[in-house]
């Protein structure tokens, strides 16, 4: 297997329209600016009461083999949850929650010793000084914030009137 290179990689993704799924059900996309993107969710809200998905993005062709350990352009059909999981831990992805009934998301991404919480929809920012890692610590973050995120639903519907 020989090294790949940064326009075998771009290349790789013009022949397949920039954008598609792999057979493990990651979706793959190149951006205009030739950075690479990647999509895999785990569930919808027709399988319970939170969408989750795992996300990359903005990664240069370089710094795509490198984090998802490429050895050959066929790696790319194989990468999954765990490629994706991993990147997760290591800071180089984020996971997006959408519980049903905020109709929002929330962004998940580890950064040094705590795990940045967002939500653009919300307005709402957070920072919890441990690594969520594990399912029962999001269901955990929800329950213990449950009443700051109802007031930030709530408030991303209200007009700033003077």
Not at 35 to 59: K, M, Q, R, V
Request: proline share 2%; charged share 25%; with cysteine.
């Amino acid at each position: 297997m020989a090294a790949i290179s940064q326009q075998d990689i771009i290349q790789y993704f013009k022949n397949r329209a920039d954008r598609f799924k792999n057979s493990k059900g990651m979706e793959l996309g190149l951006t205009a600016a030739d950075d690479l993107w990647t999509a895999f969710y785990l569930c919808n809200h027709n399988h319970g009461p939170l969408a989750i998905s795992i996300h990359t993005e903005d990664d240069s062709p370089v710094e795509f083999i490198q984090q998802f350990k490429l050895k050959g352009l066929e790696d790319i059909d194989f990468l999954n949850y765990t490629s994706s999981w991993m990147r997760y831990l290591n800071g180089g992805a984020e996971i997006n929650i959408t519980p049903f009934e905020l109709e929002a998301t929330l962004v998940f991404k580890i950064a040094k010793r705590k795990t940045i919480v967002s939500s653009l929809d919300l307005h709402f920012y957070d920072e919890v000084y441990e690594h969520l890692t594990i399912p029962k610590d999001f269901e955990n973050y929800f329950k213990s914030h449950e009443n700051r995120l109802y007031i930030a639903q709530q408030n991303r519907y209200k007009m700033n009137r003077k």
